[in-house]
C-alpha cells in the first residue's frame, strides 16, 4: 500500500512546508510533507507510512514534497537477496570484532562525545564566514530532539573495541524489517569502515530476526553523500508508488 489516498491515517493531517536550501543538491530549494499529530504516529501507523516513502527524524515524520523536484528516492534492501561485493565483505571481516550492545534511546554523554566529534569530521560548515551561533546548550537539545525521541520501538546501538566507543547507530523496529535512522562513528580510526559494517550488521540482524528489508533513507543520484547505497544490491526503490528494483546483485 504505497498510494498516498490509500493510507489509512484519517487521524492524521498532512502540511507542506515552506521552502528551505535543500541539503544535498547545490543552488536547489526543497520542501517537506509532515504528518501530525506526532503522538498519534504509533508503531503500527509507521510501518504504513515508512512503505510509502516516508522517514523520521526525533518525532518529526516527513517525506520529499518538492516542487520541480524528484530526486530524493526511498530505498531498502531485501535482506534474503542481499550479497555483500568484495569491498563490504572486507568491511565485515576488518570490524567483525566489535562488540554490540542494544540500548534503550537515553542520553550518554559518551554517546554525545562522539556525535560531536563526528559533526566536526564530517560536517564542516563549507564556508568559512559561517558560523554556528547556537549554544552548547541548544546542540544538545537538538541532539536529543533528532536522535533519542520517538514514539514508535526504536533502539541504540552501541559499537566497542576492547571497551572503547566506536560506534552507535539509532535504529527503527518495524514489523517487516529495521530502518536505519543514523550512525556516527569515531573518525579518529584511520581507514576505518565503520559506516559499511554498521549496515552489513543491520540485514545480518533483520535476517537473524526473520524481518524482509532493511531501509536505508533516500538515495539521491546525483549527490555524493548519498552513492554509497547504491553498493548495498539489490537495492529497491519507490518510484511512482511502487517498489520496484533500483540497482541488482
Known amino acids: 500500500?504505497?498510494?498516498?489516498?490509500?493510507?489509512?491515517?484519517?487521524?492524521?493531517?498532512?502540511?507542506?512546508?515552506?521552502?528551505?536550501?535543500?541539503?544535498?543538491?547545490?543552488?536547489?530549494?526543497?520542501?517537506?510533507?509532515?504528518?501530525?499529530?506526532?503522538?498519534?504516529?504509533?508503531?503500527?501507523?509507521?510501518?504504513?507510512?515508512?512503505?510509502?516513502?516516508?522517514?523520521?527524524s526525533g518525532l518529526f515524520t516527513y517525506r520529499p514534497y518538492c516542487d520541480s523536484c524528484q530526486a530524493c528516492i526511498?530505498?531498502?534492501?531485501?535482506?534474503?537477496?542481499?550479497?555483500?561485493?568484495?569491498?563490504?565483505?572486507?568491511?565485515?571481516?576488518?570490524?567483525?570484532?566489535?562488540?554490540?550492545?542494544?540500548?534503550?534511546l537515553d542520553f550518554s554523554p559518551e554517546h554525545y562525545k562522539l556525535y560531536q566529534s563526528y559533526q566536526s569530521t564530517r560536517h564542516q560548515l563549507i564556508n568559512e564566514g559561517c558560523q554556528n551561533n547556537d549554544t552548547p546548550e541548544d546542540e544538545e537539545d537538538q541532539y536529543r530532539q533528532f536522535l533519542l525521541q520517538t514514539n514508535i520501538?526504536?533502539?541504540?546501538?552501541?559499537?566497542?573495541?576492547?571497551?572503547e566507543l566506536r560506534m552507535v547507530s539509532i535504529i527503527d523496529v518495524l514489523s517487516n524489517g529495521l530502518s536505519s535512522v543514523y550512525t556516527f562513528y569515531d573518525t579518529s580510526v584511520k581507514q576505518n569502515s565503520y559506516g559499511v559494517y554498521g549496515i552489513l550488521w543491520q540485514i545480518k540482524q533483520a535476517k537473524?530476526?526473520?524481518?524482509?528489508?532493511?531501509?536505508?533513507?533516500?538515495?539521491?543520484?546525483?549527490?555524493?553523500?548519498?552513492?554509497?547505497?547504491?553498493?548495498?544490491?539489490?537495492?529497491?526503490?519507490?518510484?511512482?508508488?511502487?517498489?520496484?528494483?533500483?540497482?541488482?546483485?
Request: proline share 6%.
Open 153 to 163: 520501538e526504536s533502539v541504540l546501538v552501541e559499537f566497542r573495541e576492547n571497551h
Open 74 to 104: 526511498a530505498t531498502r534492501v531485501p535482506v534474503k537477496n542481499f550479497e555483500p561485493n568484495r569491498s563490504q565483505s572486507r568491511a565485515w571481516k576488518k570490524h567483525q570484532h566489535l562488540e554490540a550492545r542494544v540500548l534503550p
Open 1 to 56: 500500500m504505497t498510494n498516498f489516498k490509500d493510507l489509512p491515517f484519517q487521524s492524521l493531517q498532512f502540511y507542506a512546508t515552506a521552502p528551505y536550501a535543500c541539503s544535498y543538491l547545490e543552488n536547489r530549494q526543497a520542501r517537506s510533507q509532515v504528518a501530525i499529530p506526532p503522538h498519534l504516529i504509533s508503531s503500527q501507523i509507521y510501518d504504513q507510512m515508512i512503505t510509502a516513502g516516508f522517514r523520521r
Open 208 to 249: 537473524k530476526l526473520g524481518m524482509h528489508f532493511v531501509y536505508l533513507g533516500y538515495y539521491i543520484e546525483q549527490s555524493q553523500k548519498m552513492s554509497y547505497k547504491s553498493q548495498f544490491r539489490p537495492l529497491e526503490g519507490l518510484l511512482h508508488n511502487q517498489w520496484s528494483t533500483l540497482f541488482s546483485k
